[in-house]
């Protein structure tokens, strides 16, 4: 137990933030409120954004749930693709993929966007502009994706 006791503390156990606590119990109160449709509203979101990708020829995996992947060998890998989003205003995140070496895809998610109000009608205007990211001139593309983004200024699914 003396080894596992300096491996875990103080540095895992032992870092109790009451910030980080009551962010935890805000959220918390959040969800009793709105978790089956917040978590409705993300997966349906995922869905349609996810349908849209894949209707343009993205290489984009199946989803039932709030996240998808799409494969990123087109673009070097998951890293390289995320950087040419990020050129476009687009926040990603590389990805393993099952029986790949290293970050073969890009994770996509929807909490954030749905958030901020985005909804599955906004899906196919978002999925363009990753699109457009992905296949053209990424840097060209971040005014509309910004001017898209400052539509949406009103957090849902927060506590009244």
């Not at 006791?5 to 805000?26: K, Q």
């Not at 894949?54 to 390289?80: I, N």
């Not at 906004?122 to 001017?147: F, I, Q």
Request: proline share 5%; charged share 15%; net charge negative.
């Amino acid at each position: 137990f003396a080894r596992i006791d300096a491996i875990a503390y103080p540095g895992l156990t032992a870092n109790f933030d009451v910030s980080v606590t009551a962010a935890l119990a805000i959220a918390l109160l959040d969800w009793l409120e709105h978790g089956a449709a917040y978590a409705a509203a993300m997966i349906e979101t995922s869905e349609v954004l996810s349908g849209h990708l894949r209707h343009l020829g993205l290489p984009v995996g199946p989803t039932a749930s709030h996240q998808f992947v799409v494969d990123a060998a087109e673009w070097g890998d998951g890293d390289a693709a995320s950087q040419r989003l990020r050129l476009a205003n687009l926040l990603t995140s590389g990805i393993g993929l099952p029986g790949r070496a290293g970050p073969a895809g890009i994770r996509m998610g929807t909490p954030e966007i749905v958030r901020w109000g985005m909804s599955a009608e906004h899906m196919p205007e978002l999925g363009d502009l990753v699109y457009s990211a992905l296949t053209g001139d990424a840097a060209a593309v971040a005014p509309a994706v910004t001017a898209f983004r400052h539509r949406f200024t009103d957090l849902h699914f927060v506590r009244s």
